[in-house]
């Protein structure tokens, strides 16, 4: 076993901050691939090359963000928890030292 366990809160939330905005990434690119077509390239076969490949990752990307989407929930109930435990270990030990 472990003789030492720690967990820093800040870095956990900067993990979610992360995971949010990998989120947003992956969101913003497959709008710009399904923006992009004869309009602003004037080729077909590369307007057809960013349908084809829209396509395939549309679900793809759906499944990522919502599982990421989910990690997110997860971590943030960590963070509560950890940050609502440090509270009550402070709030103890101020408590017997009064």
């Not at 990421?68 to 103890?92: F, H, N, P, Q, W």
Request: net charge negative; hydrophobic share 30%; aromatic share 6%.
């Amino acid at each position: 076993m472990g003789d030492y366990f720690r967990v820093e809160v800040s870095e956990l939330d900067r993990l979610v901050k992360q995971l949010n905005d990998s989120q947003q990434d992956m969101r913003e690119a497959l709008r710009a691939m399904h923006e992009t077509g004869p309009k602003t390239t004037g080729s077909k076969n590369l307007d057809h090359a960013c349908d084809d490949f829209n396509d395939s990752w549309q679900d793809a990307i759906t499944r990522i963000s919502q599982g990421v989407e989910a990690l997110e929930g997860k971590l943030k109930e960590t963070c509560k928890s950890y940050s609502e435990t440090d509270e009550a270990i402070r709030d103890m030990f101020s408590g017997a030292s009064a």
